[in-house]
């Protein structure tokens, strides 16, 4: 342990997002993760045997944590710190320290530190609780909607059938009300459950062909007044996944992007631009991948209401007059089938809708 470790724990650690190093009690680094030498901006080699006590801009929190943890006083401490950063033109970062025992011992030979940006554990946090609020909602839409659908069928049947009793005709409008509304019902309904009654068809999909279909089917319903532009990056590989789902994901988010356009559209300078990358060591859903599928929906429109932001992914929630409230649930359904997640940054003349799923 003293010396660090070997080149199969050195791989395991530098595949963890956060930033990890094997500190001894006075301080001294014995080794440290990819994550860390890239947050600090300093090689490996520079890091080890040289003083985790520099790498903070107030270093008496982690040298009192580090004497704790060593001599069994605390099994683990926790505090918020200025982490130090040597690339040009960076800033501190801001870092969540955990630092924990590994083995006990009058002193521990090393302890564990462990750093996480702030921002980072954040945003992972607020996913993991949307996550967790958005299937709670799909479990009680769902529940709904198989209580309404049921009954929708013997209401459309039963007036269809007072329909041939009439005694006049112009009663018949009443009846034709009834029907129709049934059938808007029960369409609803159908919205609701299409994710879960259809079994996923997998296959390797090009992203950038489902862009396209996408793309056309978007101008084709707005034939002036928008612009879709592409940005791309070819070098993407296939996915695996369902050609048809990911469609249907992609094209609720670009009509979404439309609707959201329709002044601009009126005016004739509404911009939608579809980006795709690889993003890196990505964590989705609590889970590492080394590679990943990034595609953007970006547009220049008004921006979501900041009354609503927090939930515009949650069923029957809209930004408009007259919306669903279903197109957003249902494509973070469809991407959240594939292992991924959708998330919004939304400012006035600045919205951009991120997909990212795991790449094999």
């Known amino acids: 342990m003293n010396a660090g ?26 080794d440290a993760n990819a994550a860390l030498e890239s947050a600090l901006g300093l090689p490996r080699r520079l890091l080890v045997q040289a003083s985790a006590l520099d790498w903070l801009v107030d270093a008496a929190p982690l040298a009192a944590a580090l004497d704790r943890v060593a001599h069994n006083r605390a099994a683990r401490s926790r505090f918020e710190a200025q982490l130090r950063r040597h ?52 479990a009680l839409v769902r529940n ?35 029907v129709h509304e049934a059938d808007r019902l029960q369409a609803l309904v159908d919205r609701l459950l299409a994710p879960h009654r259809r079994a996923p068809v997998l296959g390797d999909v ?18 002036r007044g928008l612009e879709i532009r592409r940005d791309y990056d070819a070098s993407l590989p296939e996915l695996r996944g369902d050609r048809e789902a990911l469609v249907q994901a992609l094209l609720n988010l670009v009509r979404n992007a439309a609707q959201a356009l329709a002044a601009r559209i009126a005016a004739g300078d509404a911009v939608i631009v579809l980006r795709t990358r690889i993003a890196r060591q990505v964590t989705l859903g609590r889970q590492r991948h080394r590679l990943a599928l990034q595609l953007e929906v970006e547009d220049n429109g008004p921006g979501v209401p900041e009354a609503i932001r927090e939930r515009i992914f949650q069923p029957l929630v809209s930004g408009r007059d ?36 795991p790449l094999p």
């Open 322 to 357: 007259g919306g669903s409230g279903l197109g957003l649930t249902l494509a973070q359904t469809l991407v959240q089938q594939h292992g991924g997640t959708v998330e919004c940054d939304s400012a006035a003349g600045r919205t951009v809708f991120t997909v990212r799923i």
């Open 206 to 223: 090009n992203i950038h062909e489902i862009c396209e279909r996408v793309r056309a089917l978007v101008l084709a319903e707005h034939a």
């Open 87 to 138: 690339a040009p033109g960076t800033h501190e970062l801001p870092v969540h320290v955990i630092v924990s025992q590994i083995e006990r011992g009058e002193p521990a030979p090393c302890v564990l530190v462990e750093m996480v940006e702030i921002e980072q554990q954040a945003r992972l946090d607020r996913e993991e609780r949307a996550q967790d609020l958005v299937q709670a909602h799909q």
């Open 5 to 30: 470790l070997d080149a199969g724990g050195r791989a395991a650690l530098d595949l963890l997002s956060t930033m990890v190093a094997l500190v001894r009690p006075d301080g001294r680094c014995l």
């Open 144 to 178: 709904l909607a198989h209580e309404i659908g049921n009954p929708l069928g013997g209401i459309r049947g039963a007036a269809q059938l007072l329909a041939l009793e009439l005694a006049t005709p112009d009663l018949a409008e009443y009846t034709t009300v009834i």
